[in-house]
């Protein structure tokens, strides 16, 4: 076996995008609407059960505030609000990538790896971050950029992978995922690929048994540790 593509998730994965980025453009968003939702650090690590931002804020509430607040025009409506807010953050510079991405991403294009993103956010907010970080030129890095609700159902099912891996036409045991969160990794193991995890404040303890590895940043992650756990032959 070879290894041929990577497939980073993003939020909390290839940035710490959720407690200074996201949850603070859901605030921002609640307070532009007159909506008298705030979400603090700790209330958010309990919604991150969740993914998908619009799929949030109807388990917000519903499950915590017990009514029907927001009907699901007012909810995608908001959603908007809210990536525009987050946008802004990213373009102010304030979410930088997590250590040791950019290098893990250079390594991998010096070696001829594909690279494809696997996410349950939007596309916009992933090609912000990506210029935001890296430049311009950050989208044509990536093969495949698989993200929001181009699947039907999102992680922990596996649909967003098995979508991405259509679109490499590659097959899974020659391709790798890099997550952050327990419905990341069970998304990614569903669709047959071999997982490795960064955790993060918000996930450190959530159960990642399952994981070929766990790692608390991408220190020790680069390509030849990826090929290992692929199993590369090397002739």
């Known amino acids: 076996m070879k290894l041929k593509c990577i497939l980073f998730d993003v939020d909390g ?19 532009e609407k007159g909506i008298d ?13 969740v ?3 619009k799929e949030r804020m109807d388990y917000y509430q519903t499950d915590f505030l017990k009514q029907n607040i927001l009907t699901n025009e007012e909810i995608k409506d908001l959603h908007a609000i809210k990536t525009k807010h987050y946008i802004q953050l990213l373009e102010s510079g304030k979410i930088p990538l997590r250590t040791g991405v950019k290098k ?3 390594q991998a294009k010096a070696e001829n790896i594909t690279l494809a993103i696997s996410t349950t956010t939007t596309p916009i907010n992933v090609i912000a971050l990506l210029k935001a970080n890296i430049g311009k030129q950050a989208q044509s890095l990536f093969k495949v ?5 181009i699947v039907k159902h999102k992680k922990p099912a596996p649909d967003i992978y098995l979508y991405a891996l259509e679109q490499l036409q590659l097959n899974a045991e020659d391709c790798i995922a ?15 690929l071999k997982t490795i995890v960064t955790t993060n404040e918000y996930t450190k303890n959530q159960d990642f048994t399952q994981a070929q590895q766990i790692h608390s940043d991408f220190s020790q992650i680069d390509t030849q540790l990826l090929k290992n756990i692929i199993g590369e032959n090397h002739v």
């Open 145 to 149: 950029i698989a993200a929001g609700d």
């Open 178 to 192: 890099i997550e952050d969160s327990e419905a990341g990794l069970q998304s990614a193991l569903q669709a047959g």
């Open 37 to 49: 939702w705030h979400w603090s650090e700790e209330l958010y690590g309990q919604l991150l059960k």
């Open 51 to 53: 993914t998908g931002g």
């Open 104 to 106: 893990l991403i250079n």
């Open 13 to 31: 994965t290839m940035a710490d995008t959720e407690r200074d980025g996201h949850r603070v453009a859901f605030n921002l968003a609640f307070q």
